[in-house]
Nanobody, 116 residues
Framework: QVQLVESGGGLVQPGGSLRLSCAASGSIFSMYLMGWYRQAPGKQRELVASISSGGSTSYADSVKGRLTISRDNAKNTVYLQMNSLSPEDTAVYYC??????????WGQGTQVTVSS
């Protein structure tokens, strides 16, 4: 069982920045494929960014150039740096871990609200 705990959400003005963190349990974190998803009210959950065990990253077109995913294997933590935020980024953001041969896990989510 892998536990994921997100933090760093909150209220921010348009154009502002936030950094989300996701702390994961487990001794093989470096092998996890990690991702950040988001779900806005009335919409389906969507993949925002992912990072492989080797550090390769992938982004949704809507966030390229504004959001950056990174990981610190020594701290079992994945980050999502979010810059130039707009109201369209308002959503609950979820951390996701895919553990090879074991399964996929979700965090509880953290609310991000972009509003003036």
């Amino acid at each position: 069982q892998v536990q994921l705990v997100e933090s760093g959400g909150g209220l921010v003005q348009p154009g502002g920045s936030l950094r989300l963190s996701c702390a994961a349990s487990g001794s093989i974190f470096s092998m996890y494929l990690m991702g950040w998803y988001r779900q806005a009210p009335g919409k389906q959950r969507e993949l925002v960014a992912s990072i492989s065990s080797g550090g390769s990253t992938s982004y949704a077109d809507s966030v390229k150039g504004r959001l950056t995913i990174s990981r610190d294997n020594a701290k079992n933590t994945v980050y999502l740096q979010m810059n130039s935020l707009s109201p369209e980024d308002t959503a609950v953001y979820y951390c996701n871990a895919h553990v090879p041969a074991i399964g996929t896990y979700w965090g509880q989510g953290t609310q991000v609200t972009v509003s003036s």
